[in-house]
């Protein structure tokens, strides 16, 4: 460490600067509504669980016998608790909300997190204005401010906070301070106890850190001084995460996180994402603006400066090699080390090295300030000015109101499964025996009413058995059993290792059911008591016994005044000098003052986003899209493939809604994936449900054309429907995409199917949409070609569907280059073709194999291709013998297709309730279209008061599937509106084709339309 000619210390200036310094940094947490954060409420809601235990006096909990609807969950086994037992001890001691408690915990992370940062950068440079200086680069850091204000990331921010305190320790252990091991290794448990990952992942950097900043006793003396902190921190954490990592195969933690792209491989940064701050002005009004991390680039400039200027001192280029290494292990180039090393791929996380990487950062820019003696006075001031004003994009976080359970059925009504359950988003802490969640609705029920509600599955006991629920404990039920016959008990809580049964005193092995989970057991007959308790593992007692002793040696040596090793005095290091700390305090307290001012007045900086004309900034395109006055598209943004829809809720909505984009031909064909990729500075956007009318939301998506888009013009439309039933609220055209040239072959790895057309034609791949399918529906045929020269000539693609003996079934015929002429095909185009089939009505059921070939100039191939995996035409069963039916019509549509007849319920139609309607179609000749079925109900004046469009049978039953003489039943229902006045109305049926509009008509309803009969609906 570096020890400058000290001027005398101002404490209390140093505090004020730090003060001021964090006002701005603790702001969004000190007033009004809390940041709409990512985690911040699944936090507080797991706080108030963590509560319930402690009430009822488990005091080391690792089941939460409340969460998923009362049938439990292992989160506490897993997830370091110490942020949740801070946020209840606050709630406890000052009487406040547990969300009054998030704010001030996270205020004081912050705080912790400068005071520590300060500490270090005076002890380090010897100097309180380069301790004010790294306090400002470290809690001004975009990661600190982006953990804090955007994913409410406690934990990890308490983790983080701790970190320069540990630091600074492990350097005073490792040059022989007589008092510095115990307090580091304490430090190194608070971040293992807040944040497993974050404390993983700094391990690396901090102990090379310590050990070369501290190695003024010698390097291996350093380095075992170190190696003491680590290991006595690991010691008194052992109980959290020795358990959790031994018995990680009890959770399905790689499931739930593989479902949901959580994965280390899919989360790295790029170089460009370290230099990229947040567009100006920052829009108030934006929900979910996007995520940035990051590096903070006027701390990274100072720190180069410092190397510039302390090039020969060891400490910087220490600090510069440990900084680099995070932020190298943070990009995409640093995979081939995560790939070697299984336990770090488990922090999932690779830019959470950021963190680590913020505070070396910060601590080599303070070094600025000593090094520049003679440079300007003022150096220090401004550069801390800069330093916050730099930040400042990550001040204004959108905040949304949040609300704190106060009763176990709060708890219960916040879980949405399988969605949302035990407080996270990836149901990675479920028991691996649960493959199935079972319905948790009448438990959500009794929790209703009880905290702690009786398990049993009471409605499977045998009639003879009597059952009753002697003793309820938080994690321990007894029940007094009488029977005359064995019978097994189910209780509606799910298997974990530490659930164990007792019958008279005696074990009884417990039996996990499929495909739920949950726990049984298998009684004799006769009187019994039967308990059910859950309790420790010998994994679980080895690591807490462990930590017990830890923990008992660390009070005994704090008490004694000893350590354990070696004792070495620490090098005499002079008082920091306070040398410009007036200067930079008052620096700091301007830039509070400045803050404060931009809060309260709109400034180029910030700004409104639906101030001018109700329109949010950053359009090209504006639409002002209805949806049903649910939803207003305002507009979007087509920038290369990535799309950003700007959507606004028109009131407080009730319902999620969610969105589909597609990519569309002139025939309707979709050219793009439905899978959503967003882009890396995407943010969470909460359900439609959630959606403050005054704000407005930005869906952002890449788009995915298939491999192989041919060049030309596409539609570009958007779908907005109900997240439940699917039903489609809208559908929007936003634009034209155009696809301005093939695709190069070198872009894919597939390898080829085969060659045709004398090797100058390479098919890539052959896909279909389905693998089994009935007569008369729809296939999708995909074709991928990659040509390997010119082909001057046109080609015809002949698909055929070989059946038993090698005989062809059905055979279609189409054209190579559908979109896009073969004639204009260059050597290594990748060119897709897609085309719709229809299965032919007549197929016979059975399994199929799929054969490509090709023709030229009418002479075919000599060779084809046969798809490796076959295809199934399902049964279907027909009918042609007229079903009852209540009223005969024998309605001519077209020649093709009668209406048969149809039944209604007799007498007057229940209000509110739907109409059902049974309609009876018969094939008179096939039919080559789809058509679709329509039943109208009209009112006196005509108007369509209810209808109910679709294909056949509910979908089932296309018309391209039927054959002449054939019935097929068609059911309906009307959903009627509520307000509907009573009367008669009428009731009418037809059939249309979906893509033109066009009816069917006959010589008896040239309108195409059959009227059915009055119906007579009674009074609301």
Not at 82 to 97: C, D, I, N
Not at 245 to 264: D, M
Not at 563 to 569: M, R, S, T
Not at 799 to 813: K, N
Request: hydrophobic residues 50%.
């Amino acid at each position: 460490m570096t020890a400058l000619p000290a001027t005398r210390p101002r404490p209390w200036l140093a505090l004020g600067g730090l003060l001021a310094l964090l006002l701005p940094a603790c702001w969004p947490y000190l007033a009004g509504e809390l940041p709409r954060t990512n985690d911040t409420e699944a936090l507080v809601f797991r706080a108030f669980a963590l509560l319930q235990s402690l009430r009822a006096g488990d005091w080391l909990p690792r089941w939460a016998p409340q969460l998923v609807h009362g049938y439990g969950y292992p989160v506490f086994h897993y997830f370091p608790n110490l942020t949740f037992y801070l946020l209840a001890g606050v709630h406890l001691v000052s009487g406040s909300s547990l969300l009054a408690a998030y704010r001030w915990v996270m205020c004081a992370a912050i705080a912790a997190a400068a005071l520590g940062a300060w500490q270090l950068g005076r002890t380090l440079w010897g100097s309180e204005t380069a301790g004010l200086l790294a306090a400002a680069a470290y809690i001004y850091s975009p990661y600190i401010l982006y953990t804090a204000h955007v994913r409410g990331g406690l934990p990890e921010v308490l983790a983080l906070a701790a970190l320069p305190w540990a630091l600074e320790r492990w350097i005073a252990a490792a040059s022989g301070s007589r008092r510095a091991l115990l307090a580091g290794g304490a430090l190194y448990a608070a971040m293992i106890l807040s944040h497993g990952g974050t404390a993983l992942q700094a391990s690396v950097p901090l102990a090379l850190g310590a050990v070369w900043l501290g190695r003024s006793a010698g390097l291996w003396r350093a380095a075992r001084s170190v190696a003491q902190c680590a290991l006595l921190g690991l010691a008194l954490a052992a109980f959290q995460w020795l358990p959790a990592l031994l018995e990680i195969e009890y959770a399905q933690v790689q499931q739930g996180y593989g479902a949901t792209n959580i994965r280390y491989d899919l989360n790295f940064i790029g170089i460009t994402d370290l230099f990229t701050y947040p567009r100006l002005p920052l829009n108030g009004d934006l929900l979910n603006p996007p995520v940035l991390r990051p590096l903070g680039l006027i701390a990274l400039g100072a720190a180069l400066a410092t190397l510039l200027w302390r090039r020969r001192n060891p400490a910087a280029w220490g600090l510069a090699a440990l900084a680099g290494l995070c932020v190298y292990l943070a990009l995409a180039q640093s995979r081939w080390v995560w790939d070697a090393l299984p336990l770090l791929q488990r922090t999932l996380w690779p830019w959470r090295l950021l963190g680590p990487a913020a505070l070396l950062l910060a601590l080599l820019a303070a070094g600025v300030e000593a090094s520049s003696a003679g440079v300007s006075r003022w150096l220090a001031p401004v550069l801390l000015l800069a330093i916050a004003a730099s930040a400042l994009p990550f001040l204004f976080p959108p905040r949304a109101p949040l609300s704190a359970p106060a009763s176990s059925a709060q708890l219960a009504n916040s879980e949405l499964p399988p969605l949302l359950i035990g407080t996270t988003t990836t149901a990675e802490y479920l028991p691996r025996w649960v493959t199935a969640l079972p319905d948790s609705s009448a438990q959500r029920v009794a929790l209703q009413d009880s905290a702690d509600p009786d398990r049993l599955e009471r409605a499977a006991l045998p009639p003879d058995a009597s059952v009753v629920h002697a003793s309820n404990g938080w994690l321990r039920d007894e029940y007094e059993l009488q029977a005359v016959a064995p019978f097994e008990l189910v209780f509606r809580q799910f298997y974990f290792p530490g659930w164990r049964a007792e019958l008279d005193g005696q074990p009884l092995p417990v039996r996990v059911t499929a495909p739920h989970g949950l726990m049984a057991v298998n009684v004799p007959a006769g009187n019994h008591r039967l308990v059910l308790q859950f309790g420790g593992t010998t994994v679980r007692s080895a690591a807490e016994a462990l930590s017990a002793a830890a923990w008992l040696l660390w009070l005994f040596q704090v008490a004694a005044g000893l350590l354990v090793g070696p004792v070495h005095a620490p090098a005499a290091v002079a008082p920091p000098a306070a040398t410009g700390l007036r200067r930079s305090a008052a620096a700091a307290a301007l830039f509070a003052v400045c803050y404060v001012v931009l809060i309260n007045v709109d400034t180029p900086l910030r700004r409104p986003g639906l101030a001018a004309g109700g329109q949010p900034a950053g359009m090209q395109h504006v639409l002002q899209a209805d949806f049903s006055g649910e939803l207003l598209l305002h507009g979007y943004a087509l920038r290369g493939l990535q799309l950003d829809l700007y959507w606004q809720a028109q009131h407080k909505l009730g319902v999620n809604y969610n969105f589909n984009v597609r990519l569309l031909d002139a025939a309707g064909m979709l050219w793009n994936s439905p899978e959503i990729v967003r882009p890396a500075d995407w943010r969470f956007i909460p359900g439609t449900d959630f959606w403050p009318p005054a704000k407005y939301v930005v869906d952002s998506q890449i788009l995915q054309p298939l491999a192989g888009l041919p060049p030309g013009e596409y539609q570009l439309q958007v779908v907005a429907f109900h997240s439940d039933t699917l039903a489609e609220l809208g559908t929007v055209v936003l634009g034209k995409f155009v696809q301005s040239a093939p695709a190069s072959a070198q872009a894919t790895t597939a390898s080829g199917l085969a060659t045709f057309a004398d090797a100058r034609l390479e098919l890539r791949a052959l896909q279909f949409s389905r693998n089994a399918a009935a007569p008369g529906e729809p296939v999708r045929v995909d074709l991928l070609w990659r040509a390997a020269a010119l082909l001057p000539e046109p080609l015809v693609v002949r698909l055929a569907l070989i059946g038993p003996g090698a005989q062809r079934a059905a055979e279609w015929r189409m054209p190579v280059g559908v979109l896009y002429p073969v004639q204009q095909w260059q050597p290594d185009n990748l060119v897709r073709d897609a085309n719709a089939i229809t299965l032919p009505a007549a197929l016979p059921a059975g399994e199929y194999l799929w054969e490509v070939a090709l023709e030229s100039a009418g002479a075919p191939d000599a060779k084809s291709y046969r798809a490796a995996q076959s295809f199934r035409v399902t049964a279907l069963e027909r009918r042609f013998e007229a079903p009852g039916m209540q009223t005969q019509l024998y309605a001519q549509l077209d020649g093709r297709v009668l209406l048969a007849g149809f039944s209604t319920p007799s007498g007057v139609q229940p209000a509110r309730q739907p109409l059902e309607v049974r309609l009876i179609w018969q094939c008179v000749a096939p039919l080559a279209q789809h058509y679709r079925v329509f039943v109208h109900l009209l009112n006196a004046q005509g108007q369509i008061v209810a209808q109910s469009d679709a294909e056949p049978a509910g979908w089932t039953r296309p018309t391209t599937g039927w054959l002449p003489g054939e019935f097929i039943v068609d059911e309906h229902q009307l959903q009627l509106p509520a307000a509907l006045p009573a009367g008669s109305y009428a009731l009418q049926a037809g059939l249309y084709d979906a893509a033109s509009g066009q009816r069917l008509s006959g010589s008896s309803n040239p309108a195409g339309i059959v009227m059915l009969q009055p119906v007579q609906l009674g009074a609301p």
